[in-house]
């Protein structure tokens, strides 16, 4: 079975540029989750999507933005890319409910 | 409110055992996670635990969970140099849908 797939694995973008990451979860996985990892604030929940809603958000700029496709398949939007936005995104699926969520290998950000 | 802390680093010989701790905040914990990071990596879902057991043994593995004292560690047994990672604890709250509180991670370094 496949694993959660996530492209780009790197991304490159200037300051007050746009960027979109997505995320392909297991087969059969209807929740997937995003986080944000850096060095200096850890591993930050981001938001969860369910069946095409989000069903949970963090504490977040509404720049951070996403979506969820009726495949499962999710995208993350930032705009207005700020140099703190460089960071390891991560996205994890699972079944939903109290099912253990499962990372892909992310996207490194790096803002210029 | 939500917060879980362990300690940042951990050293131990190949062949020795290893323990890593964590604390947690919010009594109303519904699972809790183990989670591995390697270098350029995504997150390693090891194993869980829900907030009504004591312990769980997964090979190598062994979960302890002191409900009173909101403590959760993990013990690696016979480490191994493939071992040396960092390792997460993670909490997620019961209505809390899927969002998954992280700790700081602690890395574990393997000697010969």
């Known amino acids: 079975k496949a694993g959660v797939t996530q492209t780009p694995r790197y991304l490159i973008k200037t300051r007050g540029q746009q960027v979109t990451l997505s995320c392909s979860p297991i087969?059969?996985?209807?929740?997937v989750s995003w986080y944000q990892q850096t060095p200096g604030q850890g591993l930050q929940f981001l938001f969860e999507?369910?069946?095409?809603?989000?069903?949970n958000k963090g504490n977040f700029p509404g720049r951070f933005s996403g979506r969820q496709f009726s495949n499962s398949r999710s995208e993350m939007n930032v705009s207005t890319l700020e140099l703190g936005d460089s960071a390891l995104y991560l996205c994890?699926?699972?079944?939903?409910?109290?099912?253990?969520?499962?990372f892909g290998d992310g996207t490194r950000l790096s803002i210029l | 409110g939500e917060d879980v802390e362990q300690s940042l680093f951990l050293s131990v010989r190949e062949g020795d055992s290893s323990v890593i701790n964590c604390t947690y905040t919010?009594?109303?914990?519904?699972?809790l996670y183990w989670y591995k990071q390697e270098p350029g990596a995504g997150l390693q879902l090891l194993t869980y635990?829900?907030?009504?057991?004591d312990m769980k043994q997964d090979q190598r593995l062994t979960v302890l969970l002191n409900k009173k004292d909101k403590h959760l560690s993990l013990r690696i047994a016979d480490t191994q140099t493939g071992d040396s990672a960092i390792y997460f604890c993670?909490?997620?709250?019961?209505?809390?849908?899927?969002?998954?509180?992280f700790g700081t991670g602690t890395q574990l370094k393997v000697e010969l």
């Open positions: 919010d009594s109303s914990s519904t699972y």
């Open positions: 999507y369910f069946s095409e809603t989000q069903r």
């Open positions: 087969s059969g996985h209807r929740s």
């Open positions: 993670a909490e997620s709250i019961t209505g809390g849908g899927n969002k998954l509180t």
């Open positions: 635990i829900f907030s009504n057991m």
């Open positions: 994890a699926s699972s079944l939903g409910g109290s099912q253990p969520q499962h």
